[in-house]
């Protein structure tokens, strides 16, 4: 593989289940990534069909879809259509052959995907879709939907902190990379305020601005974990075979005034 560098452009993309999952727990990095002058993608692999107490599925479709392209918008994302209705986001060939076409067309030097370890089966399908279509950039043989060439270069995959904080069994999750995105967080903020139809729906179930302030309560609680940051977004970053050079980095890299790694996670690895 050669590495990152002979590429022609920085490329970073974030995967999510859902719209709103990137603006939750990855936009405020994706903007720093900009901001470093990379060129961003979001793509939400599922269409929000079941984000709903009030409208039938093609109109909450065509809705999320809106404000999804209202959020890429304002941080000056390239956003890709989703693949599944919500809850129909499975690891089979299929789908696979899918966002491996999407992986290759845009070659991401740095992939943004949720944890492996959420409380949400779609949310684990969304990261692991996306993984292994990130190592499958390559193979010649895997075919995909639609044909794409293979793609040799090298990418780094982080993934994201679960919603909540915690795995499904209830264990703290750490991160082992910290972002302070206190910066853009205003932007972030606004990100998430384009999805009005699940604000709407949580806040008149749970409160005034319960679905804002729920996503600056994250980013605070890591922040407070990074014992540095105010309000940061936690990585960890994914194992590099089969994806690029033992011990690259290009997130600390690129991000280094606003980030923090943890060492004490890192030698806790062995």
């Not at 995959?157 to 679960?162: D, G, I, K, S």
Request: net charge negative; hydrophobic share 45%; proline share 6%.
């Amino acid at each position: 593989m050669r590495h990152a560098g002979a590429q022609d452009a920085l490329v970073a993309m974030a995967v999510g289940a859902h719209p709103d999952d990137i603006e939750f727990l990855m936009a405020g990095t994706l903007l720093l990534l900009k901001k470093a002058g990379a060129e961003i993608h979001m793509w939400n692999l599922a269409n929000g069909s079941c984000g709903t107490t009030v409208y039938d599925r093609e109109e909450v479709i065509r809705i999320r879809g809106r404000e999804a392209r209202d959020s890429a918008g304002l941080a000056g994302a390239q956003i890709h259509e989703p693949l599944a209705d919500d809850l129909a986001l499975f690891y089979e060939p299929r789908l696979l052959a899918r966002v491996a076409a999407g992986i290759r067309q845009v070659k991401p030097t740095i992939l943004l995907v949720p944890s492996p370890d959420d409380y949400m089966e779609d949310h684990q399908n969304a990261a692991r879709l996306a993984v292994t279509a990130a190592f499958v950039r390559g193979m010649r043989n895997f075919a995909t939907d639609p044909p794409a060439g293979p793609w040799s270069g090298d990418v780094a995959v982080y993934h994201a902190m679960p919603n909540g904080l915690r795995d499904p069994l209830r264990s703290t999750v750490r991160a082992g990379l910290y972002v302070d995105v206190s910066g853009v967080h205003d932007t972030k903020r606004r990100m998430l305020s384009q999805h009005r139809s699940q604000k709407e729906w949580l806040d008149a179930s749970q409160g005034l601005d319960a679905y804002l302030n729920e996503m600056e309560a994250m980013s605070r609680a890591v922040g407070r974990m990074s014992g540095r940051f105010e309000l940061a977004e936690g990585w960890r970053r994914r194992l590099h075979l089969g994806f690029g050079p033992p011990g690259w980095d290009p997130l600390a890299e690129l991000l280094a005034p606003f980030c923090l790694v943890d060492r004490a996670y890192e030698d806790g690895l062995g």
